[in-house]
């Protein structure tokens, strides 16, 4: 690896999707810089990546954190020089309904997954656009695009993140920038150690729907990794949230009527 090799900043990078989208990184000579909440897992990675010939360092990351931030950009900036992408994929998860959920709950996801990646993109864009290049990857979620019953909190945020990556494309169109949302559906991650709300039905439902998915982090790595490449804005990763999303543009209204049996069931289950 050389001083020209591209540089790249993923945060939630200790486990899970970040890791991979690390390693993947890594795999085609880019330097990485690996941040997570948790410094040990950032380290962790890090090492694993320098055993593998990767030029990377480990970073503590608290996306709800300016400063960390900033501690972030100036370690990139002092190690590289320049930043070529930037990958927000930090996030955490809650579940139930509105009524349900507190006000807290509802300020702690919406700081992380929608103004992390906002924070994200506004210490880093200035530099991108002083050099004239770059990509930002926001990792989102199908429950973004797509009502999931009694996800409110996390699907706003998700969905703020895809409104947010579609204001980004139009504002940095002809500047060389780059952006792309990914809206993965259940991929095998640690996202639901985070989980706040809900009952013990949606953390095994969501258990249940990870473990039944034949995407691994992986596969959504390679496909972050060539949104890159091709300039790919969206990236649906999983077969399956194609049709539906198709399905709910096409015919909005049975779309609603299948979510709506679908949360009954839920509720149903509930019940009983």
């Known amino acids: 690896m050389n001083a020209d090799s591209p540089g790249v900043v993923v945060s939630g990078a200790g486990s899970g999707l970040g890791a991979a989208i690390a390693h993947r990184f890594g795999a085609a000579n880019y330097r990485v810089a690996v941040t997570d909440r948790i410094e040990a897992r950032a380290v962790r990675v890090a090492a694993e990546l320098q055993a593998e010939g990767v030029d990377a360092f480990a970073q503590a990351l608290d996306v709800t954190s300016g400063p960390d931030w900033d501690s972030v950009y100036q370690r990139a900036l002092t190690e590289w020089g320049r930043v070529d992408v930037l990958v927000n994929n930090a996030g955490v998860a809650a579940a139930g309904r509105l009524e349900d959920s507190s006000l807290e709950d509802w300020q702690w996801i919406l700081d992380t997954n929608l103004l992390g990646v906002v924070r994200g993109c506004h210490r880093f864009l200035p530099l991108m656009r002083e050099q004239g290049s770059g990509h930002i990857i ?135």
């Not at 999931?148 to 993140?161: D, I």
């Not at 409104?163 to 952006?179: F, K, N, P, T, Y």
């Not at 300039?231 to 015919?251: G, I, K, M, S």
């Not at 779309?255 to 509930?270: E, F, G, K, P, W």
């Open 138 to 272: 926001n990792i989102a979620s199908f429950a973004g695009m797509m009502p999931v019953p009694e996800l409110s909190a996390y699907a706003t945020a998700k969905a703020g993140v895809v409104a947010l990556s579609e204001h980004l494309r139009i504002d940095l169109d002809g500047s060389g920038i780059g952006v792309s949302v990914v809206c993965p559906a259940f991929v095998q991650t640690r996202l639901l150690e985070t989980m706040r709300g809900g009952d013990s039905r949606h953390r095994e439902q969501a258990e249940r729907w990870m473990a039944k998915s034949p995407v691994t982090a992986e596969d959504v790595a390679d496909k972050v990794f060539n949104a890159v490449i091709t300039n790919r804005f969206l990236v649906l990763t999983h077969r399956e949230t194609r049709w539906a999303w198709r399905l709910r543009r096409w015919f909005p209204e049975r779309c609603h009527r299948l979510v709506a049996a679908q949360a009954r069931r839920l509720a149903h289950r509930a019940d009983t």
